[in-house]
């Protein structure tokens, strides 16, 4: 079992940055996927962000905005959001994907807005 836990979510104006933290509760191995997806009111699910050892993969919508990393001493999961849009409006979630399953967290709300 693995316990996610997101923090670093709030309310920030257009073209402000914010930084989200998944602090898991054991070791993810560096081979097994982490990511950020978000959920708008209304809409499906979306992944934005993932990483593995073998590198990070982002959706167009956040390409050159947003930034995922990975602390595996830490445990923690980050993403760093640069020049937020109102459309980055949502529920942030962090995921970790094992051999068994697909662990999630129980997200941090994002809002941006003037």
């Known amino acids: 079992q693995v316990r996610l836990v997101e923090s670093g979510g709030g309310l920030v104006q257009p073209g402000g940055s914010l930084r989200l933290s998944c602090a898991a509760s054991?070791?993810?191995?560096?081979?097994?996927?982490m990511g950020w997806s978000r959920q708008a009111p209304g809409k499906e699910r979306e992944l934005v962000a993932s990483i593995t050892s073998r590198g990070t993969n982002y959706a167009d919508s956040v390409k050159g905005r947003f930034t995922i990393s990975r602390d595996n001493a830490k445990n923690t999961l980050y993403l760093q959001m640069n020049s937020l849009k109102p459309e980055d409006t949502a529920v942030y979630y962090c995921?970790?994907?094992?051999?068994?399953?697909?662990?999630w967290g129980e997200g941090t709300l994002v809002t941006i807005s003037s």
């Open positions: 995921s970790a994907t094992t051999f068994i399953t697909t662990y």
């Open positions: 054991r070791t993810i191995a560096s081979s097994n996927t």
